[in-house]
T-cell receptor, first 114, second 112 residues
Framework: GAVVSQHPSRVICKSGTSVKIECRSL??????MFWYRQFPKQSLMLMAT?????????EQGVEKDKFLINHASLTLSTLTVTSAHPEDSSFYIC??????????FGSGTRLTVV | QKEVEQDPGPLSVPEGAIVSLNCTYS??????FMWYRQYSRKGPELLMY????GNKEDGRFTAQVDKSSKYISLFIRDSQPSDSATYLC????????????FGAGTQVVVTP
């Protein structure tokens, strides 16, 4: 089936640094990629929707200057957490729609900011 | 009121029992309905995907959608300890953005 490969699976960074998370669709073209954030024992919270070749659309309350999304090709979308702080520590997951067959998710990235 | 309501559990069942999960929703515009399984510290895995009202079966899993009642269900037959996970319902309006609205997720524990 369709696979979205997400890297890294886990990252620890120092406060004030930036972290880039990559999601690649391996066997299909993802014109739209969704980025979610998930806190422990909570459901997924949509952060932004990215469309290939255009600017991402951010959900209300999500700082677009802190969470930079780039969707430069049909198979790659990236999320960069800029000037990360401990409160940005979370589980970040990307997702892509597979036409009429639902949505597939990446394996997630656990970000810890120390 | 949340658009999608799902009991967070935990739901504990003995091995071999039927697991019954459900979600209710308030937005009649939802057209696509999905169930995901999420193990701890992993991304959600798509289990079932349905479009219309009715039943859909895939192996041990059965999904039911009742649009008139705005109610969806997932049944897991012959449950196994490996089914222990959090199950998330999700739905979409099916418009061009295709954004998913998730339930809170139900934690299921299948005991040997």
């Amino acid at each position: 089936g369709a696979v979205v490969s997400q890297h890294p699976s886990r990252v620890i960074c120092k406060s004030g640094t930036s972290v880039k998370i990559e999601c690649r669709s391996l066997d299909f073209q993802a014109t739209t990629m969704f980025w979610y954030r998930q806190f422990p024992k909570q459901s997924l919270m949509l952060m932004a929707t990215s469309n290939e070749g255009s600017k991402a659309t951010y959900e209300q309350g999500v700082e677009k200057d802190k969470f930079l999304i780039n969707h430069a090709s049909l198979t790659l979308s990236t999320l960069t957490v800029t000037s990360a702080h401990p409160e940005d520590s979370s589980f970040y997951i990307c997702s892509a729609r597979m036409g009429d067959y639902g949505y597939t998710f990446g394996s997630g990235t656990r970000l810890t900011v120390v | 009121q949340k658009e999608v309501e799902q009991d967070p559990g935990p739901l504990s069942v003995p091995e071999g029992a039927i697991v019954s999960l459900n979600c209710t929703y308030s937005n009649s515009a939802f057209q696509y309905f999905m169930w995901y399984r999420q193990y701890s510290r992993k991304g959600p895995e798509l289990l079932m995907y349905t479009y219309s009202s009715g039943n859909k079966e895939d192996g041990r899993f059965t999904a039911q959608v009742d649009k008139s009642s705005k109610y969806i269900s997932l049944f897991i037959r012959d449950s196994q300890p490996s089914d222990s996970a959090t199950y998330l319902c999700a739905m979409s309006r099916g418009d061009s953005w295709g954004k998913l609205q998730f339930g809170a997720g139900t934690q299921v524990v299948v005991t040997p």
